[in-house]
Each structure stands twice: as C-alpha cells, then as structure tokens.
C-alpha cells in the first residue's frame, strides 16, 4: 500500500498586524483609483477573481447549495441564480439537476488526469490504481459537505442511482486507462463496473471519515482492490476453461450461413450451374 497522502487544504488568512492593517487604510484611495481607471479602459482589477466557465460555474453553485440545504429542496432556478445564469443558459448547459451533479465527474476527472502521473508506470498494477484512486478522493476533498448530503440523499432512488452509474462508468473508464488497464472486450466491462461498485462503497467510508490522514478510507480501498484482483482471476479462469466452447460456438454459427447458401441454390451449388 502506498504512504498516506495528507488531504489537501485550502490556505488560511493570515492575521494582519495594527501596522499593516495602517498602511493598507492608506493605501486603499490609491487602489481604489487604479481600479476605477482599469474598468474604464476596459480592464479588471488585478486581484478580482477569474470568473469560472458557465458549466462549471453551474457545478460549483449546485455543490454550495446541497452542502447547505437538502438535495430535494434544490431546484434548477436555485442553481442558475446562485451560478449567475439565466434558466434559459442553464438549460443550453444541463437538462436537469441530476445531469449538473453528473459535470462535477468531469471536473474531479479532469483534476486526476491533469495531474503529475510520471513514475505510475513502473509500480505494480495495485499501487497504480490504488494511487490514480486516492488522487481522485483527494480531489473530491472539497465537496465533501455537499456528496455526505446528496449521497443521504439518493439511497432511496434506485432510477437516479441507476443513471449516476452510467456516468461513473465513462469516469472511471479514464481512471483506470491513467492506471494502465485496459477496459476493453468482456473482461474489460467486468473490471470498469467492478471499479465502479468498489469506489462506491470506499467513498461512503470516506464521508464519514474525519481523519486527515484518511487511515480508513485508504485501508477500505486497499481492501476492495485485493477483493478486485481475486474476482478478475476467477473470471479468467473461467474465461480459459470455456475457450473450447466459446471456439464450437462460432464455428457453428460461422458454418450455418455456408450451409444455408447452398441448400438456397447460390453460387456455391455445383447443380445449379
């Protein structure tokens, strides 16, 4: 198992001395000047924040309402006033609540894989998932207060459980390809949505989990990984002894057309010439 990894945190404000606190008093019509000359030539202030992206903007406002309010009390109008959307740009972005909660992926995928992955190559395959998943809960860190809610929340709703493992299936099909797994073919589907349900139950241990050093999360996902290797080995197995009978099935199926062909009288029927 790989070393535990400290959650990351948000950097605090610093306290401001009396004397500093003087100097900025002075310095604030001289600052405030400098702005109002940049909005008139067009240019914002050097220490306004970057606004986010509309889709994202959406996203960030959902996680700040359901950390706040129940799931069910939110509303599309709720997210589009709290991203500083209209309901007709929200519409163009997302067609439902559900489908804003499925963006948060893109982004906490996209913090993954934006990553520095150098060196994963050369560790066994388990600490390669194991840390590609560790960085994904870490990335999750700051929506945490708002998932312990909408995970409450959605237990009772197999239909959106239902459609959220739809997407988690296109997300972690790229955490497991940043791992080095292939999800190709019959076994591929097997080992992506097997991810999917171990990753699921290691975040509901993580939303209860108030230790920075995040010991139980990271011994769950230790735990569901082993169960992984001994449930795909088993399906190899099977997958070797039925090689034989997989290799009859399609040279029956491949035989049957030829056959059909013939007794029909096409150009492979010597009487018919």
Request: hydrophobic fraction near 40%.
């Amino acid at each position: 198992m790989t070393e535990s990894r400290a959650t990351s945190k948000r950097p605090r404000k610093g306290a401001t001395s009396p004397k500093a606190s003087s100097a900025a008093e002075s310095a604030a019509p001289a600052a405030s000047a400098q702005d109002g000359a940049a909005r008139s030539a067009g240019a914002a202030p050097e220490d306004s924040a970057p606004k986010l992206p509309p889709r994202e903007a959406a996203v960030e406002a959902l996680m700040r309402l359901a950390a706040e309010q129940p799931w069910n009390d939110i509303e599309v109008s709720d997210i589009a006033r709290e991203a500083g959307l209209t309901l007709a740009e929200l519409r163009d972005l997302f067609p439902s609540k559900g489908a804003v909660l499925g963006g948060l992926t893109r982004i906490i995928d996209r913090k993954v894989l934006e990553g520095d992955l150098a060196g994963l190559e050369e560790e066994p395959t388990r600490e390669r998932l194991f840390d590609v998943l560790m960085r994904r809960i870490d990335a999750m860190e700051p929506y945490k207060p708002a998932l312990r809610r909408i995970a409450y929340a959605l237990r009772g709703e197999p239909l959106s459980m239902l459609a959220l493992n739809g997407v988690m299936l296109n997300s972690h099909r790229y955490m497991l390809a940043a791992a080095g797994i292939d999800t190709e073919g019959p076994l591929g589907q097997l080992k992506l949505q097997g991810v999917v349900i171990a990753f699921a139950r290691v975040t509901q241990v993580w939303l209860d989990d108030d230790d920075p050093a995040l010991a139980r999360t990271m011994a769950k996902l230790d735990k569901e990984i082993r169960n992984g290797e001994r449930v795909m080995e088993r399906a190899e197995d099977v997958r070797r002894l039925t090689a034989p009978l997989r290799a009859l099935g399609r040279s029956f199926l491949d035989r049957r057309p030829r056959e059909r062909r013939t007794r029909d009288g096409d150009e492979t029927d010597t009487a018919a010439i």
